[in-house]
């Protein structure tokens, strides 16, 4: 944790603030290792804080030792006050997309005359991983690897969607996961041109494409993946399509490394897509960041300008979604490394007709 305080101390630093309030329970963890639903971290350039409410101060004090841990009732306002009171903070530093309207008004009629001061980006701050974040997110994906292995057992006519998405949670969950990363995707047929169709009561049929998305949190840390297999018999066009967006994710897997923009990522598999003709059937960008959150930064996506860095976790997943007839999305989890990207996803990604 003393490095992450000490990346949170040059912002302070950066916007001559006394003290940071974090309260966006993913960077309140990240910075603190505190796991508890609520709560308040405060950073000074001496001090690191927790106000905690009665239900987490045990916890709290066993997560983040570095921290003092400060009993606050379920309204962090006045615990808050009181502290920044005492120690007579003039620059107070919140996240200003995290801190309401109506917490603002609040939070500024208690504090004065402190200033109150927005900052941007402190989300910024997990987009590297360390090799303890890396640790926890490989186990995570070894679990949804062997999910999937689990599951192809159960992909046959006549199985459900919905049964399918339980069984590989319970399986994730059995094999040493904190719980599934998402709600799992099980599109298949027609559905599976969703890119996010939610599991139903459909069963299985001969010809079907199948799209499975799904994930493990270890450790609050996430993993994520996806998969298309066809059900008993594949066509020329299921076979022409599947290649496709095969082709546009090796070709990113191959041009990916740090120093290009998050665009420039984004561009690879786009338009290996695009030349086959299918341009507007991959509406989505190509991958995202992953930790702590499923969806976090940076983005690859045609809108990033941001530069990809050694030691980010993002994925990897072109796709082709055509209305009515059915897609695919293959999706693994990289590193993002000086040469290249460092694939964690092991799940085969040919052609399955199961």
């Not at 101390?9 to 963890?29: F, G, P, T, V, W």
């Not at 939070?107 to 303890?132: C, F, M, N, S």
């Not at 695919?328 to 007709?353: A, F, H, N, Y």
Request: net charge negative; with cysteine; glycine share 10%.
């Amino acid at each position: 944790m003393t490095s992450r305080l000490e990346r949170v101390r040059a912002i302070l630093s950066q916007h001559n603030l006394d003290a940071l309030m974090i309260q966006k329970n993913e960077n309140r963890a990240y910075v603190s290792e505190f796991f508890g639903s609520a709560g308040i971290a405060v950073v000074t350039p001496k001090e690191a804080i927790l106000l905690v409410d009665f239900r987490y101060v045990q916890q709290a004090g066993r997560q983040a030792p570095e921290f003092e841990v400060i009993k606050a009732d379920r309204q962090f306002i006045e615990a808050f006050t009181s502290v920044a009171q005492q120690r007579e903070w003039k620059r107070i530093g919140f996240e200003s997309d995290a801190v309401t309207v109506k917490q603002h008004q609040e939070y500024t009629a208690k504090l004065q005359p402190a200033e109150l001061v927005p900052v941007d980006g402190l989300d910024r701050l997990r987009w590297v991983k360390d090799e303890d974040e890396l640790a926890r997110i490989r186990k995570a994906v070894e679990i949804a690897d062997a999910a999937f292995a689990h599951i192809r057992g159960h992909l046959r006519p006549g199985a459900v969607e919905r049964d399918i998405a339980i069984e590989m949670e319970f399986f994730m969950r059995r094999q040493g996961a904190d719980k599934e990363a998402f709600e799992t995707i099980v599109a298949s047929g027609p559905r599976s041109s969703l890119p996010h169709g939610r599991a139903e009561d459909r069963a299985l049929a001969v010809g079907d494409f199948v799209t499975l998305d799904f994930g493990a949190i270890y450790r609050h840390y996430i993993s994520d993946c996806t998969r298309t297999v066809v059900i008993g018999e594949v066509s020329a066009k299921q076979r022409d399509i599947y290649g496709t967006v095969l082709e546009a994710q090796e070709t990113a897997l191959r041009g990916i490394r740090a120093g290009m923009t998050g665009k420039a990522a984004d561009a690879l598999g786009r338009e290996v897509i695009a030349r086959a003709g299918y341009g507007d059937a991959f509406g989505h960008s190509l991958g995202h960041g992953v930790g702590l959150m499923v969806h976090e930064g940076p983005t690859l996506s045609p809108r990033e300008e941001a530069t990809l860095g050694p030691g980010m976790v993002v994925t990897v997943e072109p796709g082709i979604y055509l209305d009515g007839w059915g897609g695919v999305r293959i999706e693994d989890l990289v590193v993002i490394r000086e040469q290249g990207c460092e694939i964690l996803t092991r799940s085969p990604k040919e052609l399955m007709v199961l």
